[in-house]
């Protein structure tokens, strides 16, 4: 599980990612679920709208079912 798939389940905030960054909410959720890559421009938007304050990189670390690193 990705840390930004973590925080989502948490939160629920895939479709407020999508308001907040305007990439599409179908788009979010592959994103969210580790099937497309973030790719700079929108990882630093999704991670900008969660509001993670360290490298938007690290949102997207594999992590376990609580959050942890792996």
């Known amino acids: ?3 930004i798939e973590s ?3 948490r939160r629920g905030t895939q479709a407020a ?3 907040a960054t305007g ?3 179908p788009a979010v959720s592959r994103i969210v679920r580790g099937l497309e890559p973030p790719y ?3 990882g630093r938007a999704i991670a900008a709208a969660v509001g993670w304050a360290g490298d938007w990189r690290e ?4 992590v376990d079912e609580e ?3 792996m």
Do not use: D, H, Y
């Open 1 to 3: 599980m990705l840390r």
């Open 7 to 9: 925080i989502c389940e």
């Open 17 to 19: 990612i999508a308001r």
């Open 23 to 25: 990439i599409s909410r």
């Open 40 to 42: 700079p421009k929108r």
């Open 59 to 62: 949102l997207f670390a594999e």
């Open 67 to 69: 959050g942890g690193q």
